[in-house]
């Protein structure tokens, strides 16, 4: 029952906070990108829009957007703001298998889920930003990953 407490917070915030005007042009003009470079997603003009924009609150609500590309650069935007509870919003979204364009900023193309995405932005080896996982907690839930695609 305690985890069940633990998981409302961050759906209830999301589910009843309407984000402003604002907030909701920055996320369109995001959506309107077809590619990404993930490694850089925080250094783009329209991230910074969004960033400049929105709130904490606006950010855990856009994950939750219809545009992938939204979703990812809000739950970028969250980790970039030591977002406490950004390892249950990674939670909140495992399953999320649409697609992205991403790029590595030269000829590089690959189609990855927005999950993918997010859990690689909470990498202990490899952000910037403090990992809420431990390296072996990463690995395993990478592991438990793999294993789902698989079968």
Request: charged share 25%.
């Amino acid at each position: 029952m305690k985890n069940i407490l633990f998981l409302l917070p961050p759906i209830l915030i999301s589910c009843s906070h309407k984000p402003n005007p604002e907030v909701l042009k920055a996320a369109d003009a995001i959506s309107k990108k077809t590619i990404i470079l993930p490694d850089w997603v925080d250094q783009d003009d329209l991230y910074q829009n969004l960033m400049a924009v929105a709130s904490t609150e606006d950010l855990i609500s856009m994950t939750n957007h219809d545009d992938p590309i939204v979703r990812y650069c809000a739950f970028i935007g969250l980790r970039e703001r030591k977002y406490p509870e950004i390892k249950q919003i990674y939670f909140d979204h495992q399953d999320d298998e649409m697609n992205v364009l991403t790029s590595n900023g030269a000829c590089l193309k690959n189609w990855r889920s927005v999950s993918d995405l997010m859990l690689w932005a909470l990498d202990p080896e490899e952000t910037r930003f403090k990992s809420p996982f431990t390296q072996k907690e990463y690995d395993s839930v990478c592991q438990i990953k793999i294993c789902r695609k698989v079968n």
